[in-house]
């Protein structure tokens, strides 16, 4: 029993950053696509331009989940990146829903 708990505490870190990378770094790349028509430029350049910026958002996003020293500073990091795109896109969600 006991190298059945050791099997998972010692695998439990990389599943951490895995699921990390996965769907934080997927979180990330979506918060940036929609901040991204925050700025100002045309709809259709914004679109473009979040589109093609979320991608590197995405592989940075994986890269530092693996470079990190735990999985605890990875997803830390993955939040406190996420602060400064959610109040952009709540800027555009609030200016989208006014007549």
């Given at each position: 029993?006991?190298?059945v708990?050791g099997?998972?505490r010692g695998?439990?870190?990389?599943i951490?950053?895995?699921l990390a990378?996965?769907?934080?770094?997927?979180?990330?790349a979506?918060?940036t696509?929609?901040?991204?028509?925050?700025?100002?430029?045309?709809?259709?350049?914004?679109?473009l331009?979040?589109?093609?910026?979320?991608?590197?958002?995405?592989?940075?996003a994986?890269?530092?989940?693996?470079?990190?020293?735990?999985?605890s500073?990875?997803?830390?990091?993955?939040?406190?990146?996420?602060?400064?795109?959610?109040?952009?896109?709540?800027?555009?969600?609030?200016?989208g829903?006014?007549?």
């Amino acid at each position: 029993m006991s190298t059945v708990l050791g099997r998972v505490r010692g695998v439990g870190p990389l599943i951490s950053r895995i699921l990390a990378a996965l769907f934080g770094g997927y979180a990330l790349a979506a918060l940036t696509s929609v901040a991204t028509l925050a700025l100002p430029m045309s709809k259709p350049q914004g679109v473009l331009t979040g589109m093609l910026l979320s991608f590197v958002v995405y592989t940075a996003a994986v890269i530092w989940v693996f470079t990190v020293r735990s999985a605890s500073r990875a997803w830390a990091g993955l939040l406190l990146a996420a602060i400064p795109l959610l109040l952009a896109e709540w800027s555009v969600w609030t200016a989208g829903s006014t007549p």
